[in-house]
């Protein structure tokens, strides 16, 4: 059964950075893509990042484009998000998520339904 660990969440203040880990276990299966999400208080789910895991293309939700960065290692089995230039809008806990075997989980930021999703780690930005 996977499970996914995420970690790296923190304090910090705006224009400071954070990196966040994701530790796949149990993988005994090709995953489709792997991708990070964020739910900030009284708002709804966002995606932020998502990245094919065979071809490493990748897909960045607006708000973040230009200071986030999404990576993974296929030997490690870790999927990391390299987040610069924070402001308080990023605050939220962020989850990592993927599919089931066969799942094709992502077609877009307007359709996506993983089914596999970490605890969620949380990160705060300070003015």
């Known amino acids: 059964q996977v499970q996914l660990l995420e970690s790296g969440g923190g304090v910090v203040q705006a224009g400071g950075s954070l990196r966040l880990s994701c530790v796949i276990s149990?993988?005994?299966?090709?995953?489709?893509?792997m991708g990070w999400f964020r739910r900030a208080p009284g708002k709804e789910r966002e995606v932020v990042a998502v990245i094919d895991w065979s071809s490493g293309g990748t897909f960045y939700g607006d708000s973040v484009k230009g200071r986030f960065t999404i990576s993974r290692d296929n030997v490690k089995n870790t999927v990391d998000l390299q987040m610069d230039s924070l402001k308080p809008e990023d605050t939220a806990v962020y989850y990592c998520?993927?599919?089931?075997?066969?799942?094709?989980?992502?077609?877009?930021?307007?359709?996506?339904?993983?089914?596999?999703w970490g605890h969620g780690t949380q990160v705060t930005v300070s003015s």
């Open positions: 149990g993988r005994t299966y090709s995953f489709y893509a």
């Open positions: 998520a993927t599919g089931s075997p066969g799942r094709d989980w992502w077609d877009g930021p307007g359709a996506y339904d993983p089914d596999i």
